[in-house]
């Protein structure tokens, strides 16, 4: 196949066209600052998806950084506007791909605290929740040309580099791993390795609409901190105060670290997708090749 992928410079993109180019596929990154094998913004056209099988729009600005007003305006008008000029190109192209995989987050649902979340679960409030469903919005438009698409709600993507779990590793080995506020809320996780296979299992199936992107073992936070630090061999004593999160981290912190999000990834398990990396500590343990 001939597949776009945007957002290629990142941790999700970069990995993906990595394995698809492995696997025999022609892949058109694009990038705000593209380099060889990749094209900028201004080329993703109606002539550009004429010659493709499918698109995976990955791109938006990262959310790491305490959210000022004009962080907010940055990390929405990237996901946005990049959602635009791809769905737009797809629609007016005389051929267009046959597959739209928008990247979308487990943001969504909000912050729902035991509830069990699959995707007929209704959107939740918030910055990132309104953001998830303008975002998903956007690309619905490539559906007046039968373009199949899927919204993929990327949970906690876990990665040796980049992500989240590297700042987590730094905390963890200075022993300032422990639970952050009470330790109770719920993370949603999954490898960077099976995030890549899910997004084959995506592109080679007939799935539309929206897939949640996670391991079918969320873990509490407090009960993540006590693997990860097991597996770096760090002890697990010092928790870090909410008062103190906000106070440091703002909007961001309590959103990204306190928030409670429980998914279930219903739609991936039934359409027969098998996750290698669905244990925590083995995930971190081959992440970490400890």
Known sequence: MRIVVTGVSGLIGS??????????????????SPSAGSVGWEEVTATLMNDVDAVV???????????????????????LEAAESVSNAIRDSDRPPSVLIQASASGYYGSRGNEVLDERSSPGSGFLAD??????????????VNTRLVLARFSVVLAAEGGALAPLKTLTSVGLGGP????????????????????????ETDI?????VSSETPVQQRDFSKTLSKVLRRPCLVPTPEIALKAVLG????????DSTRLRPSVLTTSGFKFEEGDLESALRRIFNT
């Open 180 to 203: 952050l506020g009470r330790g109770r809320q719920w993370w949603s996780w999954i490898s960077l390795h099976d995030t890549v296979r899910s997004l084959f299992h995506l592109l």
């Open 15 to 32: 990995a993906l066209a990595t394995e698809l180019g492995i696997q025999g596929h022609e892949v058109i990154g694009v990038s705000r």
């Open 208 to 212: 539309s609409g929206p897939v949640n």
């Open 57 to 79: 729009n990955l791109a938006g600005e990262t959310i790491a950084g305490r959210w000022t007003s004009q962080k907010k305006r940055r990390i929405t008008r990237s996901r």
């Open 251 to 258: 909007e961001m912190g309590q959103t990204l670290l306190l």
């Open 131 to 144: 953001l998830c469903r303008e975002w998903e919005a956007t690309a619905e438009t490539v559906r007046t």
